[in-house]
């Protein structure tokens, strides 16, 4: 009988591992916690770093290697970013044969694109040296891409290949004997069991951590939460990557709204759009010579630090896109961002004529579980890809367009790991040869038992009790650095919004010593209120209830992350640290440009 995989979420990583899996005659079961389409994967705009076989002029995977290391501060897992960058092109032609179009090169394309040999439009992001990024649709890549992925997905449950199990909410991992076998889940009021030989979380990301977010609802750290519960290592917490560019005025308009993405791209910027404060200055030049196209963390430290200047640190700042069609003609801005321009006019503003409202938005987890190059966990049969893991690839900031690779890359690696019976935590008992050819080109087995992530941060230890309160007296010294909460004054009951809002004021994009600790005595307090479901006498079937309980473990151990890293590094900034200087970052081999 074939071994089972059970898979948990059908974003990028989900969906490809299923794939490739169920394609390899593995008995596969996906489950997802909402509708197939609600993912962080579906709103991705920009697309997919890859270097291909005939790349831009000059470009190389080197290159990609030596930008992502940069763009991580160094603080990345230079083994695994090489794997990435190495492996990329075979996985964008295994999600060309899921029935992926990437958008070909047009004659006359903008500035930030480049086509090459009539093969697929090739775009220019921040912090990357040279044209390589692959969309679809414009700046609709997450929905084109998922959306071949689920018809191919769905094809197989039909043939009955796959098992596909929709508004499935997995709510713990089944352990024996130190081993993931199999899960638990929830669906439609009840609790099952499902019996696996492996369990693959490609849960994503938690910007439902924080008050402003480009995150849809499904973000909530579910996957981190169980990993945790089942004893899995974590690594990097403290790095959470604030996109820069949110539309405010849609987050105000519509509080509600938490199934789309508030994100104005950074091809925007790309294009030429500039940042001015709410007296209509320029003020990025001020911070970094590359102003408006500086890395993804020093934007939005840099319109953090500005808005506290100006005495009003909850403000927003204002993204002028006018000089976009100034500069290149009416109709360009609908022509290049077809989507943002119905966005912005869905939430009432002319961006052709109007600023856009915007503020930095909690955007992509760098740091997740713990996995080594073939997405182990540290816990014999779970394996972690995409968002919910951290491989080290990411470093302490993100390069842009690197998350969806990630998936697919290390999505891959979970299923070789899983087709070749899954040995691999046990280093002695080596590996058996390759099961079955896939879309990827076959399944190339490589099980080197590959090290952790070298400069991972130095792990926070869980105490057993966790959840309810629980006395923490047990806890490692310098682990866990909040005291048990017992007693502690609370100024304001837990909800989902109050967490949220304190994370966003206490440890979002700029943080102090001060700031953590007091909001980790907070969350401490909460959960000696947010109990175990049945001592809390809730019902246990109570999906928002569940969130809130993995947000708020995801966000004990944030703040713990961040509290122990006294320093600041990448997205990681602490106003009280020993090195208050800005990072330096090498000059970039050319002029930053920047295109989905
Ligand atoms: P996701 O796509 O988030 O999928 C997770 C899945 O797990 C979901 O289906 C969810 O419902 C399911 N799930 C969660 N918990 C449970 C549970 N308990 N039980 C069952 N199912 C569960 N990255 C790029 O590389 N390029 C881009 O251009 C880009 N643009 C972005 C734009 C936006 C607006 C956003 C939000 C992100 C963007 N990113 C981009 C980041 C990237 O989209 C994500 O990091 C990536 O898609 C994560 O993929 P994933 O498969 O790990 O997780
Ligand atoms: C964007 O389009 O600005 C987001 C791209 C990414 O997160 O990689």
Not at 80 to 103: H, K, N, P, S
Not at 304 to 317: N, R
Not at 492 to 510: D, I, K, N, Q, Y
Not at 553 to 567: D, G, I, K, S, T
Request: proline share 5%.
């Amino acid at each position: 009988m074939a071994s089972r995989l059970a898979v948990i979420g059908s974003g990028i990583a989900g969906l490809y591992a299923a794939l490739l899996a169920a394609d390899a005659g593995a008995d596969v079961v996906l489950l997802t916690k909402g509708a197939l389409d609600q993912s962080n994967t579906w709103y991705a705009q920009g697309g997919i770093s890859a270097v291909l076989a005939k790349p831009a002029p000059g470009d190389t995977v080197a290159a990609h290697i030596a930008d992502t290391l940069r763009a991580g501060a160094g603080h990345c897992n230079e083994a695994a970013v090489r794997l990435m960058c190495t492996e990329a092109r075979r996985d964008i032609e295994g999600l060309q044969c899921y029935g992926v179009t990437f958008d070909a090169g047009q004659a006359g394309a903008t500035q930030a694109e480049a086509t090459y040999d009539g093969g697929p439009a090739l775009g220019l992001e921040a912090a990357h040296s040279a044209p390589r990024i692959l969309h679809a649709g414009g700046d609709a890549t997450g929905a084109r891409v998922a959306g071949a992925l689920i018809q191919a997905v769905l094809s197989r449950r039909d043939e009955g290949k796959l098992t596909l199990l929709a508004h499935a909410r997995a709510t713990s991992l089944v352990t024996h004997r130190g081993r993931v076998t199999g899960l638990e889940y929830l669906q439609d009021g009840r609790t099952s069991r499902l019996d696996a030989d492996a369990v693959l979380l490609a849960t994503g990301g938690a910007g439902q951590l924080f008050a402003q977010t480009t995150n849809p609802a499904v973000a909530t750290a579910d996957g981190l939460a169980l990993a945790v519960r089942a004893g899995a290592a974590t690594a990097d917490l403290e790095f959470f990557q604030f996109h820069p560019t949110c539309l405010v005025s849609s987050a105000t308009a519509l509080p509600d709204r938490l199934d789309g993405p508030l994100l104005i791209s950074e091809a925007v910027r790309g294009e030429g759009a500039i940042l001015r404060d709410s007296g209509g200055r320029r003020f990025m030049q001020a911070y970094h010579p590359d102003a408006e196209l500086a890395p993804r963390d020093v934007v939005s430290r840099s319109i953090a630090l500005h808005l506290a200047k100006l005495g009003d640190p909850t403000g927003h700042v204002y993204l002028d896109a006018r000089v976009i069609e100034q500069a290149r003609g009416e109709g360009f801005l609908q022509q290049r961002f077809p989507t943002l321009t119905r966005k912005t006019l869905d939430a009432g503003i002319d961006w052709t004529r109007e600023l856009v409202p915007v503020a930095p938005a909690a955007h992509y987890w760098m740091g997740g579980v713990r996995t080594d190059l073939s997405a182990r966990t540290t816990v014999p049969g779970l394996y972690a890809a995409g968002e919910a893991a951290c491989t080290g690839v990411q470093g302490a900031n993100r390069l842009a367009s690197n998350s969806l690779l990630e998936g697919l890359v290390f999505g891959r690696r979970a299923v070789e790991g899983f087709l070749s019976g899954g040995r691999g935590w046990d280093a002695s008992r080596g590996s058996d040869a390759p099961r079955a050819a896939s879309a990827a080109g076959g399944l190339r087995l490589t099980h080197a038992s590959a090290p952790l992530p070298r400069n991972a941060s130095a792990p926070v230890t869980v105490p057993a009790a966790l959840e309810g309160g629980a006395d923490l007296s047990g806890a490692p010294a310098g682990s866990w650095p909040f005291s048990s909460g017992g007693g502690e004054e609370v100024g304001e009951p837990f909800s989902r919004e109050a967490l949220r809002r304190l994370m966003t004021s206490h440890a979002g994009v700029l943080r102090s010593g001060e700031l953590l600790a007091e909001a980790g005595r907070t969350l401490e307090s909460w959960a000696g209120v947010v109990r175990p479901l049945s001592s809390a006498g809730l019902s246990p079937v109570d999906p928002g209830v569940l969130e809130d309980r993995n947000l708020l473990l995801a966000a004990r151990l944030l703040v713990a992350a961040a509290l122990n890293r006294r320093e600041s590094l990448g997205a990681h900034y602490r106003d009280d640290g020993p090195d208050q200087t800005e990072p330096s970052y090498p000059p970039r081999l050319k002029a930053s440009l920047l295109h989905d």
